[in-house]
């Protein structure tokens, strides 16, 4: 088991990410079996893989959830890029069009989106 884990790890450390993978998850269930030992927990093999399978069903609905904020985040960024054409069509006054541009750039800005982005332009 040794010669199978160093082989796994020398080819992690050469830039295979799955061998690299591999050989993570298999150190720390090795690690968890002998924590699992030290302190008596004598839980199965299925009752382990139950728990295991709830906490993938939390980190999906997480991943869900995110993908949610995103496209909220995409369309308070589109949003913000029609008031941004509104405004430069209706405002008549150059200093008054430039200071709401650089308010909305601002409120870009301050929610992570770059309104220099290539993908942001019209």
Request: charged residues 30%; hydrophobic residues 35%.
């Amino acid at each position: 088991l040794t010669v199978v884990g160093l082989y796994w790890n020398a080819r992690g450390s050469k830039g295979n990410k799955t061998a690299f993978a591999l050989s993570n998850a298999l150190i720390i269930d090795a690690l968890e079996e002998r924590i699992r030992k030290a302190f008596g927990d004598t839980s199965t093999i299925e009752e382990r893989n139950q728990r295991l399978a709830d906490q993938i069903s939390l980190l999906k609905e997480e991943v869900k959830e995110h993908k949610n904020n995103s496209e909220c985040w995409k369309y308070m960024h589109n949003q913000a890029q029609k008031d941004l054409q509104y405004l430069s069509e209706d405002m008549t006054e150059p200093d008054q069009l430039q200071a709401e541009i650089e308010r909305l750039m601002r409120i870009l800005r301050k929610f992570d989106i770059d309104p220099e982005a290539p993908e942001n332009y019209m």
